[in-house]
């Protein structure tokens, strides 16, 4: 029981944060059509930040370090947009592909001049550090941050895009971008908003994840494997289909873990393949007209 | 309104698609474009709007130009594109949608609002909460005209408004055609369906691979066997009707 309360709690926490990216991901690739490799390019910048603002302190220093992370990925987000993706929407699917592995390169080599080749690390802030005991388990209070992160992010993007008129034209544009800029809809500045929005949920998960991890370059490049792997499986453009496909990648590491750690990927591709070959609109997307 | 197209050249790639074509509308005009598929009235009418940008020639509405806009530009100088086909955000539901609408146009005042749409289509209201996606091809008809009116447009350019719908629809849509050209609204309706033009406009141009081949009374067009020859209407028979609903 312990045993299991302690997996189920770290798979919750694990699939809560890569829910977060890759709501991100899947928000600018439903409103944009545009597949952003960068994306986990704006994830690291946001743990970097964290661990630049927020020092050794762990006090409420840490989480005003999330916030600024979180608002100056944004605006970063926003600067490649206006810089790079902005000439690569609507263009070939391969155009774009290279054009933002192109940003994740250069942000990469940018990031190793400012921050190191070194890992770096913060710890959790008083509070929410340690363990509480449930049913004879010990498990880290932070997991619960994480996972409360993920949920009120889950809230937040629902009551965003079935409440808001800005929600409805972010669908509308999902729909048929076209038809709502000839209603008189700027596009370009849709994206611009969408694509920073992007960037910072991505951040905010890699500036909330830094007192579990160790901060170093490549966290781009293998969250952003994971990232497209949780929104393929969900339904490229699907906030919903997002969400439980984190779960099922978190569920399958974690069992691929406990079963043999030296096939945990494998077990996870296992499961990825499984569902694209059920359905290979993803779980929650639509097929291609 | 005045709408005012002179001698634009289009292209899809490197295909020469419209190659010097002029038109006018004038305030309050309905104004068919008829040819066969393929003959460049779509192409037209996305260059109008700047979904296509013309390589060479102008357009002007009230004598500002157009040209080279930005798309969202047309819509709130009050040029309502509705384009061909089930073109609503089929996601959203039927308020969504008119919502929507409203909003991209945001400074264009009049009295079209939600409540008048729903006066005019009361379907609409009874289905205003149902997802767009899931409205018949009537339904979905009358919510694009409503999502052009609620932003109070002075112009409608409505691309093959009969395509595909049952012929009582079209009937309808032809009341519709002819209660907002008496709100004095201008109207250019691109139509395949030479009967429906014939019917609700007073003239017209024909385009042919990209020009203009006639322009002038729809009595003329339609008098003309050479004419009626090269929109594919056979000689003097049955007229061409839309596809028939079984």
């Known amino acids: ?289 | 309104m005045r709408l005012e197209v002179r001698d634009v050249h289009s292209y899809y790639g490197a295909s020469h698609i419209l190659q010097g074509v002029s038109l006018t509308v004038e305030p309050g005009e309905v104004v068919a474009l008829l040819g066969r598929n393929g003959a460049g009235k779509t192409t037209l009418m996305r260059s109008i709007v700047g979904l296509v940008r013309p390589r060479a020639g102008s357009v002007q509405i009230d004598g500002v130009e157009l040209t080279g806009a930005p798309t969202y530009r047309a819509a709130r100088a009050g040029l309502a594109f509705l384009p061909s086909g089930r073109r609503v955000f089929s996601s959203l539901s039927v308020a969504e949608n008119l919502e929507v609408a409203r909003r991209s146009c945001p400074r264009r005042t009049g009295s079209w609002n939600a409540e008048r749409i729903y006066g005019l289509f009361p379907k609409l209201e009874q289905l205003s909460r149902r997802t767009a996606g899931y409205l018949s091809g009537g339904e979905q008809q009358m919510l694009k005209i409503g999502r052009a009116l609620i932003t109070n447009p002075e112009m409608l350019l409505l691309d093959e408004p009969t395509e595909g719908l049952a012929p009582a629809v079209v009937d309808e849509l032809g009341e519709w055609v002819e209660m907002l050209s008496r709100e004095s609204l201008s109207i250019l309706l691109a139509e395949q369906s030479a009967t429906f033009a014939r019917a609700h406009s007073t003239r017209g141009y024909l385009l042919e691979k990209g020009r203009i081949r006639f322009e002038g009374s729809m009595e003329r067009i339609w008098d003309s066997p050479e004419l009626r020859s090269a929109l594919g209407i056979a000689a003097r028979t049955a007229p061409e009707a839309g596809p028939a609903a079984s």
């Open chain 1, 1 to 289: 029981m312990a045993r299991f309360l302690t997996e189920t709690i770290g798979t919750l926490s694990d699939a809560g944060s890569l829910f977060v990216v890759a709501a991100g991901l899947t928000l600018v690739f439903g409103a944009m059509r545009v597949i952003n490799l960068a994306h986990g390019t704006f994830y690291m910048y946001g743990a970097f930040v964290v661990t630049t603002v927020a020092g050794t302190a762990s006090g409420l220093r840490f989480w005003v370090a999330v916030v600024v992370a979180a608002l100056v990925v944004a605006v970063l987000g926003a600067i490649v947009q206006l810089g790079v993706v902005r000439f690569v929407v609507g263009k070939e699917p391969l155009t774009q592909l290279v054009a933002t592995f192109a940003v994740l390169y250069i942000l990469a080599d940018v990031a190793l001049h400012l921050w190191g080749s070194g890992a770096r690390s913060v710890s959790a802030p008083l509070g929410v550090s340690g363990t509480f005991t449930l049913a004879g388990a010990y498990l880290p209070v932070y997991d619960l941050v994480i996972i409360g992160t993920a949920v009120l992010v889950g809230l937040v993007l629902w009551l965003l895009l079935s409440h808001t008129s800005l929600g409805w034209m972010i669908r509308a544009a999902v729909d048929d971008p076209e038809l709502l800029q000839s209603g008189g809809v700027n596009l370009r500045r849709l994206h611009l908003a969408v694509f920073a929005t992007g960037a910072l949920l991505a951040a905010l998960a890699g500036a909330i994840v830094t007192p579990q991890i160790s901060v170093a370059p490549g966290m781009d490049q293998s969250i952003i494997v994971s990232s497209l792997l949780v929104v393929v499986i969900g339904g490229l453009g699907s906030v919903v289909g997002t969400a439980f496909a984190a779960l099922i990648i978190g569920i399958a590491d974690t069992v691929g873990t406990l079963v043999d750690p030296t096939w945990a990927s494998t077990f996870m591709y296992f499961a990825v393949i499984l569902v694209l070959v059920v359905r290979p609109w993803g779980l929650f997307g639509t097929p291609e007209r």
